[in-house]
């Protein structure tokens, strides 16, 4: 059962690291710690991605900044309170850590695949130029009852075909992870920069429930 879950949520990005270890939480005595890589795009743009990692996987306190770090895990997410608000929070939870040489990496080092279940409608919509997307709010069950929900972007006739998809409709899909900095109002006349993550759809697939 716990091989099922865990392979339901599988993401592998490689990329400079531009941040040191900051602490996030513990658990049972465990330590973990939150760090930014930069994940190259094709377009030569970078997405600045959180990586969640545990101390018993890399010495915390070393100062990394400049290396090349693969992380292989899954997608996670939290509700934060913020500001009398739940705020959903999403790292990348290493389960592996591997430090690469430059020209070990990767031309495209950000896969990611979930099998998940939709849980909001998807909403599609044209952007000014015309291009089509739609945005899923997708639930992938985690061990011991738990979930994450990840939002993802489809695009042209992916976004048409997920138009169609109701809450609850099990579907599995490929792609990359993506950062977005948008800005948060936060008084009258005053806005805040955040940064927001999605899964950017390459591919996804529609899966028949099998009946029982």
Not at 40 to 68: A, F, H
Not at 143 to 170: L, M
Not at 172 to 193: C, M, N, P
Request: aromatic residues 12%; hydrophobic residues 35%.
């Amino acid at each position: 059962m716990l091989d099922k879950v865990f392979t339901n949520n599988q993401v592998t990005v490689a990329g400079e690291v531009v941040s040191t270890f900051t602490f996030s939480h513990e658990v049972y005595g465990e330590h973990f710690f939150m760090v930014n890589i930069a994940v190259c795009r094709l377009s030569s743009s970078y997405d600045i991605i959180p990586v969640m990692v545990s101390e018993r996987l890399v010495d915390v306190k070393s100062d990394y900044r400049g290396c090349i770090m693969q992380a292989c895990g899954q997608f996670r997410s939290y509700n934060r309170h913020d500001e009398a608000k739940n705020r959903l929070v999403l790292s990348v939870f290493a389960r592996e850590i591997t430090f690469l040489e430059e020209n070990e990496e990767e031309q495209n080092p950000n896969h990611i695949f979930l099998d998940g279940y939709v849980c909001k409608k998807p909403v599609y919509r044209k952007t000014p130029l015309g291009r089509e997307i739609a945005d899923v709010l997708l639930a992938v069950n985690r061990p011991y009852g738990k979930s994450d929900y990840i939002p993802c972007i489809c695009w042209g006739r992916n976004a048409r075909f997920v138009e169609q998809f109701e809450v609850g409709t099990h579907i599995q899909l490929w792609g990359r992870i993506q950062s977005r900095e948008y800005q948060k109002k936060i008084g009258e006349d005053e806005y805040e920069k955040r940064v927001a993550y999605e899964v950017s759809v390459s591919k996804l697939e529609y899966l028949e429930e099998e009946e029982e």
